[in-house]
């Protein structure tokens, strides 16, 4: 989660534990945003603004409230939700949904486990194909870059024939990209996420599908594709 005062400052402790300074702070009930809310103290781990976490009734941290160091009247409040997705860009609505494996014909699933295709990085390199596409916390903060080869028209995540050409990775369907944690668990956005105009924001070609179909099957790319020039993942995927 960035801070809104200085976006370079990421808040990486963000559990609803309650932080270490803070236990045993007596605080006052605050209203903020409509919800009732506990302050603790400042937070002497950042030095960018004057921190204060923000927890409920049964002391879980909930948010936090980053007031400027030159104006303490200005300030903002950034909650915390469930899902990772919904936290890092302050949007509600985020639904944590099944696992990925769910949406993955068996035989397929048996594969990726068989070969150690099980985590996201590696199960985005078999998709990369088609149109499918994996995205973490991670790559929303910085979109990965895909190498691709005219000759043997294969994408991968590493570098893969003498001539490859880098780009960032694209997404051609709006309702094939399954965002998931690391846990491989699904994250589904709000149907007006600005989670779609932020990957967009390096891709070059548009995204053709405006509904999001909350239930898409993950699409496998086909089995058929020619050989690359080296062996690597896609080669794999030509053998699946
Ligand atoms: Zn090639």
């Known amino acids: ?28 009930l605050w ?13 002497p781990r950042y030095t960018h603004a004057n ?18 160091l030159r ?20 949007e509600e609505g985020w639904e944590v949904a099944t696992d990925i ?12 486990f068989s070969e150690g295709f ?21 790559m929303i903060r910085s979109i990965p870059t895909i190498y691709s080869c005219d000759d043997c028209k294969q994408k991968s995540l590493k570098p893969i024939c003498v001539s490859n050409q880098m780009r960032p990775l ?19 956005p709000p149907t007006d996420s600005r989670v779609f105009t932020r990957l967009l924001q390096h891709d070059d070609s548009s995204l053709q599908v405006q509904v999001l179909e909350r239930q898409a099957p993950l699409h496998m790319p086909p089995h058929a594709a020619p050989p690359p020039h080296q062996t690597g993942p896609a080669e794999l995927q030509a053998q699946a």
Not at 51 to 68: F, I
Not at 170 to 188: A, C, G, S, T, Y
Request: net charge negative.
């Open 71 to 90: 104006d303490h009247a200005q300030f903002h409040i950034l909650w915390l939700y469930e899902s990772e997705f919904a936290t890092f860009l302050q």
């Open 118 to 138: 099980t985590t996201p990085e590696k199960l985005l390199e078999l998709c990369l194909n088609g149109p499918s596409r994996i995205v973490t916390l991670e």
């Open 51 to 68: 921190v204060y976490w923000l927890y409920n009734e049964s002391l879980s941290r909930v948010g936090l409230c980053e007031h400027s």
């Open 170 to 188: 694209d997404f051609p369907q709006k309702e094939k990209v399954f965002f998931i944690d690391l846990d491989m668990v699904i994250h589904i």
């Open 1 to 28: 989660m960035n801070s809104i005062l200085d976006p370079n400052v990421v808040y990486e402790d963000i559990s609803a534990d309650v932080t270490e300074h803070d236990i045993d702070v007596v605080s006052d």
């Open 101 to 112: 494996w769910s949406k993955i014909p068996k035989h397929v699933y048996e594969r990726c």
């Open 31 to 43: 209203n903020m945003d409509g919800r009732d809310v506990y302050r603790g103290s400042r937070d």
